[in-house]
Nanobody, 127 residues
């Protein structure tokens, strides 16, 4: 059973920064593709960023490109989301997600492609 635990959420003013962390259990983290999604009340969960096994390929939603950076640390079994130049519209619950694969595909952006989900962490950006 894989568990994902997010941390690092909080409240920040517009223009500020936060770094989210997602700690994963399981022995095969190196074969997990990982991603971040976000959700606001009344809306569907939406893609934010994704990273492949090796960390050499990333993919971002247009709304966060150039402001957010996803990365991973295999030794710590942790995925990060560095969020800079935050805007009020970035306010949401952020979820970490992962999937196991026997090969290293390009980063995935669809919720149904992910097998494991964290409990979410709230990010609030005030104007």
């Amino acid at each position: 059973q894989v568990q994902l635990v997010e941390s690092g959420g909080g409240s920040v003013q517009a223009g500020g920064s936060l770094r989210l962390s997602c700690a994963a259990s399981g022995r095969t983290f190196s074969r997990y593709g990982m991603g971040w999604f976000r959700q606001v009340p009344g809306k569907e969960r939406s893609f934010v960023a994704a990273i492949n096994w090796s960390g050499d390929s990333t993919y971002y939603a247009d709304s966060v490109k150039g402001r957010f950076t996803i990365s991973r640390d295999g030794a710590k079994k942790t995925v990060y989301l560095q969020m800079n130049s935050l805007k009020p519209e970035d306010t949401a619950v952020y979820y970490c997600a992962g999937y196991y694969s026997d090969y290293d595909p390009p980063p995935r952006a669809r919720t149904y492609e992910y097998e494991f989900w964290g409990q979410g962490t709230q990010v609030t950006v005030s104007s």
